[in-house]
């Protein structure tokens, strides 16, 4: 799966909080955020489609866009890009920045604890 950009997270989030949705209702939805008209959103669409992230149903109209990925699957990615990229793959090393930055309370903790002793072999 190729990275996704900020404007087809976009998109994806607004089929994914609708479990699919038709050309003007998405145009409705993201129009607050972005300002795009019908013809921009449809781009996207067709963009989108071809590389595999949406589906289109061809049933009824009018037609219906949906979700080709999960996001969890997205997610997964984009995790896996961000610390390929950003800590050249080292969990240890983005675990690290994440609570010298941020401290954890004694519950988050326990379970993050609790999470490693049940990763070892």
Avoid: H
């Amino acid at each position: 799966m190729a990275k996704l950009s900020e404007r087809e997270w976009m998109v994806l989030d607004k089929l994914w909080e609708s479990g699919g949705a038709a050309l003007g209702e998405l145009v409705q939805a993201l129009y607050p955020e972005t300002g795009w008209s019908r013809n921009t959103v449809l781009t996207y669409l067709m963009r989108m489609e071809a590389k595999g992230m949406i589906l289109v149903s061809k049933e009824g109209y009018p037609r219906r866009y949906l979700a080709a990925l999960s996001r969890e699957e997205c997610q997964s990615q984009a995790r896996d890009n961000f610390l390929k990229q950003v800590y050249k793959g080292s969990t240890k090393d983005l675990v690290t920045a994440f609570l010298k930055e941020k401290p954890i309370t004694e519950k988050e903790r326990d379970e993050l604890r609790r999470l490693l002793d049940e990763m070892e072999v």
